[in-house]
């Protein structure tokens, strides 16, 4: 790399390559080998013997080592911040130290006698952003960049910024997929901290940017530190205090009338009436920030706090109805007002020189009450009040950090967390019962009926982390080269509590003019006619997850231009269900990492970069909530007579029960009879080859480099929940010591199993070890037998699933020029493929939320056509954002992506209808809709042969005034979203089918559009 150090740059730079163990990147270009996940490190050349001294320039925070006889020196767990370099006494260079990087200063090696005092800054605007020895894939910006983009003040709008990354299904909220995963596979950690959802895995704590101080997300090759995670990797560190008192506030405002709203959706029934109001949608929201940081004690102890008041209007049509439309007609409107406080403060205590010890809290609870309405959706009005749901969220966190250089050349981390979130939900009326009317014919609707708003849910979940790192420079050993030896383990102790009662005691699905062999409630009726499904749930428990991991990597410097990363990271996973009974036990499994990078010309320009991993990940102890608490699950029809005359509308029966099925009988059933007894854990498989190299000034501009690299993922295997029956039934046909029954549903026959009775998590394609009860008369197997269990095997090939697959194949090209003194931009084109037969641990189509329960292999028939494009497939996506400073008090930025659509597909009935998945909803790929089919039978059309959603095509623009006359204390702003409010469809109603097996009219109606037009404004003054 080039140092600009009068003309010694160049040969000082080659010198020091020799000398280090790893190199440096700076700007927005990857980082090396992280020492830790909360800071970076420094590294270079001295002369020799020489004593080194880091000292932060605004906290006095100072590490002090020693050049080695050879001239380098190494300092691991740098705190992110500004730094000087003193030598033998004497300030040299400034320069940053970002989080996850290393930042090489050069200082005059072994063979130069003194050492050259100036005053060139080494930091991202100074040398070449070039990492000539790493092989990770990961983009670092700050908050000083960040602010001059045109951004969603969230992290996900970080996320979106790097290659290779896209926005995941709205139905998840504000969530990235990253390389061709579902956005359950991430984590994102703040100061060393996991702040990931742990029950759903669906994105971090509400922590808002004026918060953070610097990020770095991984998209790949991330080294052995890091694991849980087979997307990407958000990492962040927070503000801290420093020696100058400071304080401040910005605010931001949005207002609904600056705004526009998404094209209305008509029923494509024919009739004039609306499938989808979108122009009663309302948003209005405030945002104010109160900061103050500075020395309670100079150079020794710093506190920075922050108060963040945030209040939101969202109001629209809500969604509600069944499988037959997915995006039903609502009949009620909610007014939700969002009151959501963040409260944050960060103590850093600098013990003693090269030892630091830091505590962060922040809370981040928060509180939406949501008033319910009726609707006329075909006038679109809001008329009576319902009632008042209450959704909570977040909760409280504490991270304690120790950091300390205990000699030279070992350095040590300790971390303990804690961390609680509350997502309860409490209706202010526990008397309605949940009322969904659906009619079948030629006008196909649903409607919410009576004065229900929601029902009652207890979730609470609490995360407590433990975490060691250590890292120790073995020192050169000449031809076989230098070794920096890091190690550590860490822990995580994790509990959920859930606790569900169904507002009014039941749910009611009233089905209208059905014929027969409709489905109701996923139960078959034999006349026409109208019916009603009772569904009663429950479920009371707390699930306790453990997850541990050590790992070891050496970083080997092999030559001057080659560098290695050879490591490996052993997990550990298990679930206790709410007996404290083992619900999964994973251990043992060795995820290796190796990573190769070569500096071509040897002159820190140019690079070529390889890497493989292994990345495990966990389920979440979501998959225990549903199997391990204690569910209550039954399904009950009834002919229909009609509504009682009070609010509730509760729905009057006939006195024949028509149809049940209990899908959990309310039992904490034994773990044996849950989880295959040879279960393996989810893995992905990851390779990187790249090239990387800097750019002509004269044509591309000063510190401008580009870069091509090849990205290939395959899902190694996953945990998901399948149904054993037809494998039991024609694994036990012909034996004497079974029990057989007389099945009445799914359909009437004799046979062990009937089809709804056994679904154990397992790894799809592979055998199964079940645990079947035993009748204790007779020993024989019998599906309800009160006797001990016996394991039975189950090949594949009875069980007929195959095993789950994704595959993601990516180039991408990226081109960054760092900011100098006027512009920065960081552009990226990324051509992908995403396929197989499983998305992964959620499902975008009908946004089911249970990772490793989804509804992709509960019946073998399901996985027919399953084979195709996935859900982020995502062919083509281009990313443009930068920023321009015409004057020094004017600055311009703007942020640019155009991504080609999402891949659909046509979900119906299951055609046999001797077959379990028959009775399903419209979950297969099987589908009589007419756009498919020319006489109305059953086609099968693949997964995602059944076209494509919209180009994406999204500009933001941001401009600022911070005028002189203020010092440059106060800037005033607008950013403008969707500047030509593109209304792209985001996602279309891929259920082809009706409840009756019709074919759906209202099939690839939009669902979702890109967010309209808005604006925003801002403020902010620095005392």
Request: proline residues 3%; hydrophobic residues 35%.
């Amino acid at each position: 790399m080039k140092v600009r150090k009068g003309h010694r740059g160049r040969a000082i730079v080659s010198s020091a390559l020799k000398g280090a163990l790893v190199a440096s990147a700076f700007g927005l270009a990857s980082p090396i080998f992280a020492q830790s996940n909360a800071e970076g490190f420094v590294y270079g050349e001295a002369p020799a013997g020489s004593s080194v001294v880091l000292k932060n320039v605004d906290t006095g925070y100072s590490r002090t080592v020693t050049a080695g006889q050879s001239g380098d020196f190494r300092a691991n767990s740098i705190p992110v911040g500004k730094y000087v370099v003193i030598v033998d006494g004497q300030e040299d260079q400034s320069f940053t130290v970002r989080i996850g990087q290393g930042t090489l200063v050069s200082l005059g090696g072994s063979n130069q006698s003194a050492v050259e005092l100036g005053t060139t800054t080494v930091s991202a605007a100074a040398i070449s952003p070039i990492d000539v020895s790493s092989s990770e894939l990961a983009f670092n910006i700050d908050e000083a960049q960040l602010d001059a983009l045109p951004l969603g003040r969230n992290i996900t709008s970080v996320a979106l910024l790097a290659p290779g990354t896209i926005q995941g299904d709205d139905g998840f909220g504000n969530l990235a997929s990253f390389g061709g995963s579902t956005v359950a596979e991430n984590q994102y950690f703040l100061n060393g901290f996991n702040i990931s959802d742990l029950r759903t895995r669906l994105g971090p704590s509400n922590v808002p940017f004026e918060f953070f101080q610097d990020f770095q997300v991984k998209t790949g090759g991330y080294s052995a530190e890091f694991g849980r995670s087979t997307g990407g990797i958000v990492n962040a560190v927070s503000k801290r205090g420093t020696n100058e008192w400071e304080a401040g506030m910005s605010a931001f405002y949005q207002d609904d009338s600056w705004s526009e709203t998404s094209p209305n959706v008509l029923d494509a029934n024919g009739s004039s009436q609306y499938l989808y109001f979108n122009e009663a949608d309302y948003r209005q929201e405030t945002q104010a920030n109160f900061y103050a940081g500075g020395p309670i004690i100079r150079d020794k102890l710093f506190i920075f706090a922050l108060a963040n008041l945030r209040n939101i209007q969202d109001n629209g049509v809500l969604k509600t109805g069944d499988y037959s439309q997915s995006f039903a007609r609502g009949s009620r409107y909610g007014e939700s007002h969002i009151s959501s406080p963040f409260y944050a403060a960060k103590l850093d205590w600098a013990i003693a020189q090269g030892h630091n010890f830091e505590i962060t809290y922040f809370k981040d609870e928060s509180i939406t009450s949501r008033y319910n309405y009726t609707f006329d959706l075909d006038v679109g009005v809001a008329t009576d009040a319902t009632g008042q749901l209450d959704f909570n969220s977040g909760g409280e966190t504490q991270i304690y950090r120790y950091t300390g250089q205990i000699t030279d050349a070992f350095t040590a981390s300790a971390l303990y967390g804690k961390g609680t979130d509350d997502t309860s939900v409490i209706p202010s009326n526990t008397d309605c019962p949940n009322v969904t009317e659906v009619q079948d014919g030629d006008d196909a609707v649903s409607r919410q009926k009576g004065c229900y708003v929601g029902s009652s849910t207890l979730d609470k979940d609490t995360r407590e982390a433990y975490r060691l790192d250590f890292q120790y420079y073995l020192g050169d050993f000449g031809v076989f080269g230098s070794h920096s030896l890091r190690f550590g383990a860490d822990r995580e102790e994790n509990e959920s509590f859930s606790a569900t009662a169904l507002s009014g005691g039941s749910s009611y699905e009233v089905y209208l003019n059905q014929s027969a062999g409709s489905s109701v409630g996923g139960i078959q009726v034999n006349e026409p006619g109208d019916y009603v499904a009772i569904i009663d749930f429950s479920n009371n428990g707390t699930i306790n997850e453990t997850l541990s991991a050590y790992y070891v990597e050496d970083q080997w410097q092999i030559t001057p231009r080659l560098s290695a990363t050879i490591g490996f990271r052993q997990e550990s996973f298990k679930l206790e269900n709410t007996l404290g009974d083992t619900f999964l036990d994973l251990d043992g499994d060795i995820a290796p990492r190796l990573g190769l990078a070569f500096d071509v010309f040897g002159d820190g320009n140019t690079k070529v970069f390889a890497s493989y991993g292994r990345y495990y990940i966990p389920t979440s102890t979501q998959v225990a909530v549903r199997n391990g608490t204690g569910e209550f699950y039954r399904t009950q029809v009834y002919d229909f007579e009609g509504y009682s005359a009070d609010q509730t509308e509760r729905p009057m029966t006939g006195d024949d029960l028509i149809g049940e099925a209990v899908t959990a009988d309310g039992d904490v059933a034994n773990t044996l009879q849950l989880v295959s007894g040879d279960v393996d854990p989810s893995y992905q498989d990851e390779i990187v080859v790249g090239f990387e190299s800097t750019l002509p000034e004269n044509i591309f501009g000063k510190k401008a480099t580009g870069g091509i690299r090849y990205v290939y993922r395959e899902l190694g295997q996953t945990l998901e929940d399948i149904a054993i029956d037809e494998g039991l039934n024609r694994t036990l046909a012909g034996r004497d010591d079974v029990n057989m029954q007389s099945c009445t549903f799914p359909n009437v026959r004799t046979a062990f199993a009937c089809g709804f009775d056994f679904y154990f998590i397992t790894n799809p394609g592979g055998d199964v070890t079940a645990y079947i009860p035993t009748d204790s008369a007779t020993g024989n197997l019998d599906a309800y037998g009160d006797g001990p269990l016996v394991p039975v095997e189950l090949s594949a090939d009875a069980l007929g699933y195959p095993e789950a697959e994704r595959k993601y194949h990516a180039v991408e090209l990226t081109y960054d020029k760092v900011w100098g003194t006027e512009w920065f931009i960081q552009a990226s084109y990324t051509w992908s493929q995403s396929y197989g037969n499983y998305e992964g641990f959620v499902n975008s189509v009908v946004e089911q939320e249970d990772v490793a329960i989804t509804q992709d292999f509960d019946q073998p028939g399901f996985t027919e056509g399953a084979y195709g494009w996935l859900s982020n497939d995502r062919r083509h996506k281009i990313k443009l954002s930068g920023a321009y400073k015409p004057t020094d008090e004017w600055q311009i930025g703007a942020f640019f992506q155009a991504y080609s659509g999402r891949p659909l597909s046509a979900y119906g009935f299951y055609p046999d209808a001797s077959r379990p998945e028959y009775y399903y909803a419209q979950f297969s790929y099987y589908t009589n809709n007419e756009q498919f089919s020319e006489d109305g039978s059953s086609v099968l059309v693949p997964r995602g042969s059944a076209g494509r959603t919209d180009w994406v095509y999204k500009l933001d623009l941001s401009v600022t005034y911070t005028p002189n006359v203020f010092d440059n204390k106060l800037s005033v702003g607008v950013d403008v979203f969707n500047v030509f409010n593109s209304d792209a469809s985001l996602e279309e109603n891929e259920t082809s089918e009706t409840g009756s097996g019709a074919s759906n009219a209202n099939y690839r109606a939009t669902a979702s559009f890109q967010t309209p037009r808005y604006m925003r404004a801002r403020l902010e003054y620095r005392f």
